[in-house]
């Protein structure tokens, strides 16, 4: 019997969507494309195709616009999409909730590296998980800082190890250490084998950068600038990775800063390059991991910082203070 007080206007509420129908439409919606979508949550393409009309019938909107070609989203349903994104994210953070507080360090921890950090620090924080956390399931994303930062944002990603300062909203920082950079030159460079370098003498010098995006490339330039270097280096050469930065300048096509963790690494291997460090204070960058603010494992993340701060302090660096 309809209530005596509903108006013969008021619509009908839709009745409650299920998480897999959800899970079903925030899938095509990402995708576009049913057999993609299909494949990317594991479902079957007419199990998708079913779920996703029967959100339509419950909502009593049509999200989808069809054709043989492609699939489009409906004005409604790109409304509705980024509410079904926001519902499938607040109930991955109530599991997330609900696993850290059946016991810490189980389950998967998603973390991201950047890639002039990856194979320097790896084999420390691979030895301390398997040593100290070995119910933790470990998954290691490399990526370029911007890419981490949206797969923090996005629930990709749990906890990143990268450089800092970020600056940004929402990102909670947990500092593990400083190391200072190392200036790398060809043999017979006038520079190569001082330990008094001054950070002026790169005015002078032609730098060798990483490609852009990068952030050891902004730090460079950054160092540039203090030095004095307004314009920054005349980039006319760049390497997608440390190693070919370094064999670049063993080449003789000019030098270039390394972190001092990826100095051994880097240059053992070729007795053409030479290292020279600065006068203090040396140029320097700080290596922290970083979480959402207010992550449901906050406390497991600062655990796992302080044991890192531990294993790492045998490396060339300075390890940092809690909360510095």
């Keep these: 019997m309809a209530s005596p007080y509903a108006s013969p206007h008021t619509p009908q509420r839709a009745k409650q969507p299920s998480l897999s129908q959800l899970r079903a439409f925030s899938a095509v919606a990402e995708h576009l494309h049913f057999r993609d979508a299909a494949a990317a949550i594991g479902m079957s393409q007419p199990a998708l195709s079913g779920a996703v009309s029967a959100l339509e019938e419950a909502l009593g909107v049509q999200l989808l616009e069809r054709t ?3 699939v489009l989203l409906s004005p409604a349903g790109e409304r509705l999409a980024v509410r079904a994104r926001a519902v499938l994210d607040a109930v991955a953070e109530l599991m997330d909730e609900a696993e850290a507080a059946q016991a810490p360090f189980t389950g998967v921890l998603r973390l991201g590296v950047i890639p002039t950090v990856a194979p320097y620090l790896l084999p420390d924080v691979l030895r301390l998980v398997h040593r100290r956390y070995p119910d933790l399931d470990l998954q290691v994303h490399e990526e370029q800082t911007s890419s981490l930062l949206e797969g923090l944002a996005a629930g990709r990603l749990d906890l990143l190890l990268l450089a800092v300062p970020l600056g940004v909203p ?6 593990l250490f400083d190391e200072d950079f190392v200036l790398v030159t060809p043999q017979g460079h006038p520079l190569a084998g001082r330990d008094d370098i001054p950070r002026e003498v790169l005015k002078e010098q032609r730098l060798l950068l990483l490609d852009e ?5 902004d730090q460079a330039l950054d160092i540039c600038r203090e030095a004095g270097r307004s314009d920054g280096p005349e980039v006319t050469t760049t390497a997608a990775g440390l190693a070919t930065l370094v064999q670049l300048v063993a080449g003789g096509l000019g030098v270039t800063l390394l972190p001092r963790t990826a100095v051994t690494v880097e240059t053992a291997r070729n007795t053409a390059l030479w290292t020279g460090t600065f006068a203090g204070p040396a140029p320097t960058r700080r290596i922290a991991l970083a979480m959402r603010t207010g992550a449901a494992r906050q406390a497991e993340f600062e655990q796992l910082a302080a044991a890192l701060r531990e294993q790492l302090a045998e490396l060339p660096v300075r390890v940092a203070a809690p909360g510095e």
């Design 170 to 175: 929402g990102v909670t920082e947990l500092p």
């Design 213 to 217: 995006g990068h952030c050891l490339r």
């Design 68 to 70: 043989t070609r492609k």
